[in-house]
């Protein structure tokens, strides 16, 4: 079955980077888009980035531009997130998940991993 | 982008049926038809329940359906349980990749 783990989250001073990964199987990794999305605490869902089969195409939402980049080694059927600049407000859940260029949906999802921005 | 509007907290009896709005702009629900709807239950990851407006996922219950008048997509649940209660969330597609998700709305079974 589909499965998405996360990994890499954890507690960062202000302004610092962190890379996170996720780790897909149990499909064709190299054939869907991949995304990445946030849940601060309490908070609702926020889409951060999208990236296509060969990662020649990718999209960032206006609140992390210049900030993120989202990047996949599909021998390794793996995505990343590189953050930079982390900022308090960064706080939140991060999942990855299974995107669909067909539907533009999030068909599976990881279990998320936590990251805290706190000095 | 702004997120689409969602209420805040819908609450219904077992049994019963309650719709979940989502309100967009033409940039986004009133222009593309990919809105989908996820599940989230407390401390658990999101679940797809529709995709496509109107599409259920294999395995969901056919008491959940969506629809789309306008620039609202709505959800609706009939013949709710009390395993229902969650966290919904619309999602459209607005372009170029990017996506923006409803507010949420938490769903309280009485």
């Known amino acids: 079955q589909v499965q998405l783990v996360e990994s890499g989250g954890g507690f960062i001073n202000p302004g610092g980077s962190l890379r996170l990964s996720c780790a897909a199987s149990?499909?064709?990794?190299?054939?869907?888009?991949m995304s990445w999305i946030r849940q601060a605490p309490g908070r609702g869902l926020e889409w951060l980035s999208y990236?296509?089969?060969?990662?020649?195409?990718?999209n960032y939402a206006d609140s992390v531009k210049g900030r993120l980049t989202i990047s996949r080694d599909n021998a390794k059927n793996s995505l990343y997130l590189q953050f930079n600049s982390l900022r308090v407000d960064d706080t939140a859940v991060y999942y990855c998940a299974r995107d669909t260029s067909t539907g533009w949906h999030f068909d599976s999802w990881g279990q998320g991993t936590l990251v805290t921005v706190s000095a | 982008q702004s997120a689409m509007t969602q209420p805040a907290s819908v609450s219904g009896s077992p049994g019963q049926s309650i719709t979940i709005s989502c309100t967009g702009t033409s940039s986004d629900v009133g222009t593309y038809n990919p809105v989908s709807w996820y599940q989230q239950h407390p401390g658990k990851a999101p679940k797809l329940i529709i995709f496509d407006v109107t599409k259920r996922p294999s395995g969901i219950s056919d008491r959940f359906s969506g629809s789309m008048s306008g620039n609202t997509a709505s959800l609706t649940i009939s013949g709710l349980q009390a395993e229902d209660e969650a966290d919904y969330y619309c999602?459209?597609?607005?372009?170029?990749?990017?996506?923006?998700f409803g507010g949420g709305t938490k769903l309280t079974v009485l």
């Open positions: 149990g499909f064709t990794f190299s054939g869907y888009y």
């Open positions: 990236i296509s089969t060969t990662g020649s195409y990718t």
């Open positions: 999602c459209s597609y607005v372009g170029r990749g990017s996506r923006v």
